[in-house]
């Protein structure tokens, strides 16, 4: 990890509105944000114009599922004590370091992102040969760049955007800024000049910097030109170094891979809306219980006496996830056996279930019986997030000569 990145400890993810939240994603993201937001700054936020990347044709549900989704957010426990949570479009800056940032980004760089053809492939009946929909992962470094987070937490499929993120911080950083470890490289090529010139231009520095001392900088200036042992970007840093350059701009990025969720949908396969073998996180307890009845099970197990093998059934993944050593032991034994029923089986993990989502679910309805609240607490998260991202862009217009005219 490079030290400015460990200076900077900021957490940034964003979620999609483009549905109801269920188990998946309590498992996989939201669980997460809620241990991290006790030991970082936090910024969560709603990925309204990502949504539209693939949406475009029917935004209606954007901004149905806003309000919706930071509600589970609430419900689920982030805490805006700790975290700050806003919706993207309403911190217009995104689009502007997006726009800024495109004019450096190489379109190979976006071209050879996965999740283009990926996704183009497996959303067939969109038309997704736009210009949004290629250029989204440069969106998404956009916001992270701007909150200059060091830590996105992501899933596997995501890690190659924060990829992008670092390699267009580092060209931006490179074009109007300074790489990196410039400081160090910096002070490595003034001990090549000799201990006595190292010393003379450490003078000279001071003199410039802190009195504003131009003859110093002069002689400065001269005495680099006059060294003999040090290659010509050793020259040029130095010259940086004597002027005060070298600032990181924008901060590279590191991924903080979420684990695969072990959450399994109702039919063994990965939860995902894609697949409809969801359980919304809001789903009413008695919907709940039809649903998981309902659930199938070892195909070999037709008749109640036939034995069964849980390595073949959803249900037991669910045991997994939810249920001890000794449940797990009686699962293993009765199903084997024919000792219990699937409605047997499945008992303790309705029973889990619920009791996981009632205390969110309580929540979820107090935050919805108060609408005007949680818009209170989504425009109070905007404003914070706002105040961060102007300071970035006040330095990036700065260094892009965008502040003089
Ligand atoms: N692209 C992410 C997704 O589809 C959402 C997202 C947008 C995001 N911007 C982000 C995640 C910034 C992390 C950081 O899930
Ligand atoms: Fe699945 Fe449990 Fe039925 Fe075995 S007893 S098939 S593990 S539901």
Redesign the pocket.
Known sequence: MNSVSAQHSRV?????PTGRLHLGHYHGVLKNWVELQHEHECFF?V?DW?ALTTHYDDPSVVPASVRDMVIDWLAAGVDTEKATLFV?SHVPEHAELHLLLSMITPLGWLERVPSYKDQQEKLKEKDLATYGFLG??L??SA??LIYK?GY????E??VA??ELTREVARRFNHIYGREADFEEKAEQAKKKMGKKNAKAFDRYRRAYQEQGDLDALTSARDLLESQQNITDSDRERLFGFLEGGGRIILVEPQPLLTKASKMPGLDGQKMSKSYGNTISLRESPESLETILKRMPTDTNRVRRTDPGDPAKCPVWQFHEVYSNDGIKAWVQEGCRSAGIGCLDCKAPVIESVLAELRPMQARAEAFEAQPELVDDIIAAGCERAREVAKETMAEVRQVMSLDRF
């Open positions: 940034l993810s964003g979620m999609r936020f990925a990502h993207q989204y992962p969106l998404q916001d992270i987070a996105v937490p992501v899933g499929d995501q955007h924060v």
